[in-house]
């Protein structure tokens, strides 16, 4: 069974089955995106892989149509079983818009729970490498890890490849590949191929996002909440806002008439629960796309000794311009230029805050609006601060 995020309108259909749709070609910012990066060179029948999969970056108007597309072909030249693809708040790393087709889907929740659980080949402790392949980092003892001893193991998972999309302006999703009994591990060049598309889909992912932030909110969006989603340590649904399972609609569709899959809220809340164990510091936190330009914040707090609240609301100004200046890749100066003309100052106030000219401050204006394609303060302050 496979679970699928929407980047896309409600009413558009979603993507089901491998091919789904065909990306249209669009303009975009890949290329100053691509210009910091420095990737592997691979040689041989593996290139043409790599550059079929940096065309598709650049083609891909949405990040669940990119995902797809990437991972039929990623499928042809590393052949996996199973996979999870999952987007990230680029400063908490906390996990968001799952895609995956993994035959234990029965058992999700404990699957995300023991995946933040598990030190080992977590992607948010992969900071100098791309990749991380199961067998090499266990030496071998796969029982190293809680989510293969607890879970993969039973289910025949015999190797898994980690795939983490980090840049220096943060972590914008990880690519999770299983192989199956009788299937072999992965190899040396199998590690080194999906390390070699790692900054071209870093890249994508990231200009993706930023384009949701220039996009028009559009009528018939879910109220602002915050709505409340109660779960048991377990990641077991206890109880829910009414206004909750709108917004759970939106963030991930169910197939016909079953009720949608909580993912994202059991990504916080198995964040929470990580923090709590000592495992990982990052906050319980995440901003994710709900559609339309709508961004929406869930967060996870201890209710009681055996509950968790995840709340759902729109993502705040001072969070959205933080997602603005990383997605679009703005300078430290940029974003204080941006800042302080988000709190109303014009560019006098904002030259004699930062002690430059107003020449320097028209000069940063600049540079912001080659970076997001926008015209003027007003179309620049509407994206970053979403009104």
Not at 144 to 149: E, V, Y
Not at 267 to 290: F, K, T
Not at 370 to 384: D, Q, V, Y
Request: contains cysteine.
């Amino acid at each position: 069974m496979s679970l699928q995020t929407s980047d896309v309108p409600v009413g558009e259909p979603t993507v089901r089955t491998r091919g789904g749709r065909r990306p249209s070609q669009t303009c975009g910012v890949l290329g100053w995106l691509l210009r910091s990066y420095s990737p592997l060179v691979v040689t041989g029948p593996a290139a043409g892989a790599v550059e079929r999969v940096e065309r598709l970056t650049k083609r891909a108007t949405d990040t669940l149509v990119l995902r797809m597309h990437v991972l039929e072909e990623l499928r042809r030249a590393v052949p996996f079983d199973a996979y999870a693809w999952l987007l990230t708040d680029p400063e908490t790393e906390v996990g968001t818009s799952p895609l995956a087709d993994v035959p234990w889907f029965d058992q999700l929740s404990r699957h995300i729970l023991l995946k933040y659980l598990t030190p080992l080949n977590r992607w948010t402790a992969l900071l100098d490498r791309p990749v991380a392949l199961l067998h090499e980092a266990a030496e071998g003892d796969l029982g190293q890890s809680r989510l293969w001893r607890e879970l993969l193991r039973e289910r025949g998972v015999v190797d898994a490849a980690s795939v983490v999309f980090r840049d220096r302006y943060g972590c914008w999703g990880f690519l999770e590949l299983w192989r199956l009994a009788p299937s072999g591990t992965f190899s040396t060049a199998d590690r080194e191929l999906l390390a070699s598309v790692a900054p071209a889909l870093t890249a994508g992912v990231r200009r993706l996002q930023a384009e949701t932030l220039v996009q028009a909110p559009q009528p018939g969006q879910p109220a602002g909440g915050p709505v409340v989603l109660v779960l048991s340590c377990g990641l077991e649904v206890h109880s829910m806002t009414a206004q909750t399972q709108q917004y759970l609609r939106v963030l991930v569709p169910p197939d016909s008439d079953h009720p949608p899959v909580p993912a994202s809220a059991y990504n916080v809340a198995a964040q929470l629960l990580a923090a709590e164990a000592g495992v990982d510091d990052h906050p319980a936190w995440a901003r994710v796309h709900l559609r339309d330009g709508v961004w929406v914040t869930l967060r996870a707090a201890r209710l009681s000794a055996d509950d968790l609240a995840v709340t759902i609301e729109r993502t705040t100004p001072a969070e959205r311009i933080d997602l603005f200046c990383r997605a679009f890749g703005l300078s430290p100066r940029e974003r204080d230029v941006l800042v302080s003309l988000a709190g109303g100052s014009d560019t006098r106030h904002v030259a004699a805050s930062l002690f430059v000219s107003e020449h320097t401050i028209q000069d940063h204006l600049k540079s912001i609006f080659g970076k997001t394609s926008l015209r003027s303060r007003r179309e620049l302050l509407s994206a970053a601060i979403g009104t």
